[in-house]
């Protein structure tokens, strides 16, 4: 197989930010040969409540139709009478995601066992998430069908509750509050042995991607998306030493819920991705460890991950 140039752009891309050795030289050849030129069958996932007059989706059809693509579109919609996809073609090559970051996590979720290329196209607010903006779908989706982007795999992390699987996330497990006004005690372990006992407004696991989110909000660390770790960090903790934890992501976090001093009803909940909250209950143990599922990210923009940061999070300054 021949260096493209489209290759050769993404190999300077990598070099340049020290993200590429030789011996990776191989791995990006076949990322290039696999996702890079032969895409030809794509899903348009579509947040009805992010296009409600199908705009987005029609310039997006229209593009890929002028192209010579095959597409199905699928909608999505944050009505429960809506929640349940069609099935989705299984020879996709590339998913298409209309909506912001929050369609963006459900998608990562429900499409997991794909393990095929996500680009995101920014209709929401913020879009940390996304691959391009929508005024700019066309651009973007003509850098796609070229082969010219990157494809950045994200980590996932699985959560079960005493012992039964319970979901998957890109972002985070986050154990917090039911709207009780009541602090939350908790024992956190770390491959069984015990870390902290954390009491204060709940608790958060997140990835790095899940760093720039509600870890972010609860003063947690801004981690690359590259990186392969865990993050521990407690929300609102009423001790001078409960302070954020950094594990790696070969370890197992486990979190058991302890009685209150008013009784067992703890006034906790766990959710998922922000997905739907599970009641906890005194003794409930909640378990979290690196999936074997990625998410892998369709990037079309050559800045860095800190530049990005810096334009989406609003920083200021030169």
Not at 238 to 253: F, G, K, P, T
Request: proline share 3%; with cysteine; net charge negative.
């Amino acid at each position: 197989m021949k260096l493209t140039a489209t290759l050769i752009n993404n190999l300077y891309f990598y070099a340049k930010h020290g993200k590429i050795f030789a011996k990776d030289v191989y791995f990006y050849v076949l990322c290039e040969f696999l996702f890079g030129e032969s895409m030809e069958k794509f899903c348009i996932i579509v947040n009805k409540d992010r296009d409600e007059h199908l705009e987005l989706t029609g310039r997006v059809q229209d593009f890929l139709a002028a192209e010579g693509k095959t597409f199905a579109v699928r909608m999505e919609s944050l009505d429960e009478a809506d929640a349940v996809w069609r099935p989705i073609p299984e020879d996709v090559d590339c998913f298409i995601v209309l909506g912001g970051d929050g369609t963006m996590m459900r998608a990562a979720n429900r499409l997991k066992e794909f393990n095929v290329p996500i680009l995101g196209i920014n209709a929401g607010t913020l879009g940390y998430l996304t691959g391009v903006e929508a005024k700019d779908a066309e651009k973007g989706l003509e850098r796609l069908c070229t082969g010219n982007f990157r494809v950045q795999n994200r980590m996932m992390l699985d959560a079960s509750i005493n012992g039964t699987y319970a979901d998957s996330v890109l972002n985070e497990v986050a154990i917090t509050r039911s709207g009780v006004s009541r602090m939350i005690q908790m024992a956190v372990y770390v491959n069984g042995a015990l870390l902290d006992m954390v009491t204060g407004d709940g608790l958060l696991i997140s990835t790095p991607t899940g760093s720039t989110g509600y870890n972010l909000s609860a003063g947690g660390a801004i981690v690359t998306p590259e990186a392969r770790l865990i993050l521990i960090t407690p929300i609102c903790p009423h001790s001078l030493s409960s302070r954020e934890i950094v594990a790696s992501a070969e370890d197992e976090i486990t979190v058991e819920i302890r009685q209150g001093r008013r009784g067992p009803e703890v006034g906790a909940v766990v959710t998922f991705d922000g997905r739907e909250a599970v009641e906890l209950n005194t003794n409930d143990k909640i378990v979290v460890k690196c999936s074997d599922y990625t998410t892998k990210l369709v990037q079309l923009d050559d800045r860095t991950f800190f530049e990005v940061l810096r334009s989406k999070l609003g920083a200021v300054g030169q």
